[in-house]
Each structure stands twice: as structure tokens, then as C-alpha cells.
């Protein structure tokens, strides 16, 4: 059979769909490049390869209190990838959360973010391109059941956008985060400052038998953020109920400060 050669365009055709794979992924990383446990070490330097990073670094943060996280408890937890002065023209990482021997609770995609085989997070094709050498991503966590403790592990890759799998950086990061263990049932025995029900769902009832005085609550979530801050009068001793229905999940805290000087505290959790 006689072989034809190839027109221009053709070829042209040909060779774009032969180089694509060396190009920077930009729809995402494989699953198991997180750099973890569960992804054998693993990172993006399994296809990419470049110089060691300079300034470039990977942050891992969370509004998961300090405190610890709770159990069936959903979490935003945040990758921001900096460049610093060495700059990039793409970027990508993958991320996932782990205990020890497997991964713990579940991952929703969050801003610029997709799922790869359920447990790990990577960038989506319309969300590679850094700002000012900065690229941010965003995903929910849910705690689940079980683990007293987990670590995010994260690998960011810094693209020089050769157009190839050379020249470029990659960082790999983890950060631990502990169980809560606050008893959530905790209150100050001088005024019997309590709330039930503990976890809340609708309406939480506050009772202080011991606080027949005037002065002032204040319920502030794990942040530190107010989302009560209200006169306390001498009848809210034999309860008062609070709305928490579209309060977010999570530990909160309330307290009273009598104008007697007398003050207390609890601990209480909302839980939809």
C-alpha cells in the first residue's frame, strides 16, 4: 500500500494533539498527587520536573476553630498558592484530607475546584490562571465520625507556561488539625449559665437560675465573630429562647456579664 504524506494542515493537527499532554494540566490533576499518604508521595513531578522552589509557597488555611473541629461538621478549607518574586504563568495543585491509614469525611468542590475519585481536590479549566503571582482555590470538608485527628496535605505546582512539562516549581504542604474535645455541656457553676438543647437545631433555650440581674449576652461563634450581642434582664433567668435555625454549623459561645459583677459562660454546638 502506498503511504500518502501528510498535508500541512494535516500534520499541523497532529503534532498539537501529540504535545497536549506535555502541556500544564489545566483541567486538573490526576487523583493521587496530593503528595500524601494516600497518594504514595505522590505529586505533579511525576509528569512535570523543574528547579527547586525560590520563593514560592503554598498555604493551607481553614475556618475550623482552634478549638478543633466536630464531628459531622462542614468546613471551608482554602489553598492559596504565592509565587512571591519567581512569578507563573499557570497553576495548579491537588489536595486532600487524611487520617492516619485512609482519608477521613468527604469533599465538596468549592470555588474554582473539582473532585478527582472523591478524595482529592484539584484546580478546574477555568481556574488556573494566577492574579499578581496568586492563585486561591476553595473546597468544603465535612468532618464525619471517628478520627481525633486529620491532616490536609496540598502540592501546588508553579507553571512557567513553556508550553511543556519543564521548568517548573512545585511545593508540597500539610497542615494538622485536631478533634475538638470541649465538653459542649460545660457551664459556669456560679450563675448555672446553660443551653439546651445541646446540639441546637431550630431554637436554643438560654437558662440562668442564679442570674436574676440586669445585664448583657453576647453569643460569639469560633471565629471570634458576634452574632448576639443583647440586654439580659431579670426575667431571661427562667429562659429565653434564641432562633439558631440559619446560624451556621459549628461551636459558638455565649456569656452573660451581670451589672452584680457576676458573669458566666457556655458552650453550645448548632447542628443542621
Known amino acids: 500500500m502506498k503511504i ?16 497536549f499532554p506535555a502541556l500544564t494540566n489545566k483541567n486538573g490533576a490526576p487523583a493521587g ?24 509557597v503554598v498555604n493551607i488555611t481553614s475556618d475550623i476553630p482552634v478549638d478543633g473541629y466536630l464531628d459531622n461538621t462542614t468546613y471551608t478549607i482554602t489553598i492559596t498558592s504565592d509565587a512571591g518574586t519567581a512569578g507563573m504563568s499557570r497553576a495548579g495543585f491537588e489536595a486532600s484530607v487524611e487520617k492516619v491509614g485512609g482519608h477521613q469525611g468527604s469533599v465538596t468542590a468549592g470555588t474554582g ?42 502540592a501546588g505546582l508553579f507553571a512557567n507556561g513553556n508550553n511543556q512539562n519543564s521548568g517548573d516549581a512545585l511545593v508540597t ?37 442564679g442570674a436574676h440581674d440586669a ?10 465573630r458576634i452574632v448576639v450581642d443583647s440586654p439580659w434582664i431579670a426575667a431571661d433567668a ?4 434564641i432562633d439558631v435555625s440559619t446560624w451556621s454549623n459549628g461551636l459558638y459561645t455565649a456569656s452573660i456579664r451581670l451589672e452584680s459583677g457576676k458573669n458566666a459562660q457556655v458552650r453550645f454546638q448548632v447542628l443542621h
Open 238 to 241: 427562667d429562659g429565653r429562647l
Open 113 to 154: 475546584t473539582q473532585l478527582t475519585q472523591t478524595h482529592f481536590v484539584t484546580q478546574t479549566s477555568s481556574s488556573y490562571t494566577p492574579t499578581n503571582g496568586v492563585k486561591t482555590w476553595s473546597f468544603s470538608w465535612n468532618s464525619g465520625t471517628g478520627s481525633d485527628s486529620v491532616t490536609v496535605y496540598a
Open 215 to 224: 445585664g448583657r449576652l453576647t453569643v460569639m461563634d469560633a471565629l471570634g
Open 4 to 19: 500518502r504524506p501528510l498535508k500541512p494542515a494535516i500534520a499541523l493537527a497532529a503534532m498539537a494533539l501529540i504535545s
Open 33 to 56: 498527587k496530593s503528595g500524601s499518604p494516600m497518594s504514595n508521595g505522590q505529586t505533579c513531578y511525576s509528569c512535570h520536573s523543574g528547579p527547586s522552589a525560590t520563593t514560592q
Open 173 to 209: 504542604t500539610s497542615m494538622e488539625f485536631k478533634k475538638s474535645h470541649v465538653g459542649l455541656d460545660e457551664a459556669s457553676a456560679l450563675i448555672g449559665l446553660n443551653a439546651s438543647p445541646n446540639p441546637a437545631q431550630n431554637v436554643l433555650r438560654f437558662a440562668a437560675p
